[in-house]
């Protein structure tokens, strides 16, 4: 059980570290204007009002990227062969999905987004959910 926590922690941190690559990495085609960071939440709010469409559905992207790389990495960690035979394993990629969609929630609370914006919280999921299956060794 142990294991199987420890890997779903190293899935979601490594998740979370692709996701804010996919953010940056969006930022080469929808560059943030002149003063406004990451960092700086009243800024990002105001941005946010007026934010391309491309510019916001790369922000799901990149959101449903997190929840898929971290499922991906705590499956691969969970195919190691003595730990092979845990059933806990079977479910981390549902409790990684619940992570990423929590954190997304608190994101939506957090800064101001489109209202149509909420539709993020559908994707991780299922990105947790392909990133296991993609992995998964059949037995």
Do not use: C
Request: charged fraction near 10%; proline fraction near 4%.
């Amino acid at each position: 059980m142990l294991r199987a926590i420890t890997t779903t922690i190293i899935g979601v941190i490594l998740g979370m570290m692709g996701m804010m690559a996919m953010h940056y990495l969006s930022m080469v085609f929808y560059p943030l204007p002149e003063g406004v960071t990451m960092e700086d939440a009243e800024a990002l709010n105001k941005y946010m009002a007026i934010a391309p469409l491309g510019a916001m559905l790369l922000v799901i992207i990149s959101h449903a990227m997190g929840s898929f790389i971290g499922a991906v990495v705590a499956t691969l960690l969970s195919q190691i062969s003595k730990w092979k035979n845990s059933t806990a394993f079977k479910y981390q990629w549902l409790v990684i999905g619940l992570i990423f969609t929590y954190a997304g929630w608190m994101n939506l609370q957090e800064l101001t987004h489109p209202d149509w914006f909420k539709i993020d919280l559908l994707f991780y999921l299922p990105a947790a959910y392909l990133g296991y299956k993609l992995v998964a060794k059949r037995n």
